[in-house]
T-cell receptor
Framework: AQSVTQLGSHVSVSEGALVLLRCNYSSSVPPYLFWYVQYPNQGLQLLLKYTSAATLVKGINGFEAEFKKSETSFHLTKPSAHMSDAAEYFC??????????????FGSGTRLSIRP | DSGVTQTPKHLITATGQRVTLRCSPR?????VYWYQQSLDQGLQFLIQ???????AKGNILERFSAQQFPDLHSELNLSSLELGDSALYFCASSAAGGPSHYNEQFFGPGTRLTVL
């Protein structure tokens, strides 16, 4: 069974500081990995996804994530935080079964706050 | 705007009642997914439909059911409602064909259900 663990339900950083949101996954098969962002009162939006092409994945809004198989991690980073980055971030994993029934399993989320 | 619409935005009802949530996917998307987001359970996958047929089931209660119509819109029916069913219900859609990880899921704004 697949799962993701997001370390830290709440992360607070100062504007301009490095953002690091941690995600570790568990999968018996090579996974696909995703980061989604949820702004207040909105649905989820895909930030980036890892599908095995490159271990360093660049996403929207200056975010990137690195797939580290040895550490079973897929941490999300951004060099310099903006106030507009305040949101909830979800890490997710999917198996590579070639089926339209493939599911995505979401982590419990990390709320990112930005201090002025 | 993701292109996925959900109605209603808010729904307040009483225990024991039945409600129907509606979702219209993005134009051209054949897959529809339903998720439940609550404070204690996080984001849970409920069910997926693909071109009118049920394709995957997650943590969906027997009191809940869904269907996808020929015009591809989907409805989630929740019956014998309990206080614990209060949550945000999201619908997502993805492009025609292929597994979910090849096709980004686009989320709607959600329906907030409050059971009193």
């Amino acid at each position: 069974a697949q799962s993701v663990t997001q370390l830290g339900s709440h992360v607070s950083v100062s504007e301009g500081a490095l953002v690091l949101l941690r995600c570790n996954y568990s999968s018996s098969v090579p996974p696909y990995l995703f980061w989604y962002v949820q702004y207040p009162n909105q649905g989820l939006q895909l930030l980036l996804k890892y599908t095995s092409a490159a271990t360093l994945v660049k996403g929207i809004n200056g975010f990137e994530a690195e797939f580290k198989k040895s550490e079973t991690s897929f941490h999300l980073t951004k060099p310099s935080a903006h106030m507009s980055d305040a949101a909830e971030y979800f890490c997710a994993v999917s198996d590579r079964v070639h089926s339209s029934a493939s599911k995505i399993i979401f982590g419990s989320g990390t709320r990112l706050s930005i201090r002025p | 705007d993701s292109g996925v619409t959900q109605t209603p935005k808010h729904l307040i009802t009483a225990t024991g009642q039945r409600v129907t949530l509606r979702c219209s996917p993005r134009s051209g998307d054949l897959s529809v997914y339903w998720y439940q987001q609550s404070l204690d359970q996080g984001l849970q996958f409920l069910i997926q439909y693909y071109n009118g047929e049920e394709r995957a089931k997650g943590n969906i209660l027997e009191r809940f059911s869904a269907q996808q119509f020929p015009d591809l819109h989907s409805e989630l029916n929740l019956s014998s409602l309990e206080l614990g069913d209060s949550a945000l219900y999201f619908c997502a859609s993805s492009a025609a064909g292929g597994p979910s990880h090849y096709n980004e899921q686009f989320f709607g704004p959600g329906t907030r259900l409050t059971v009193l």
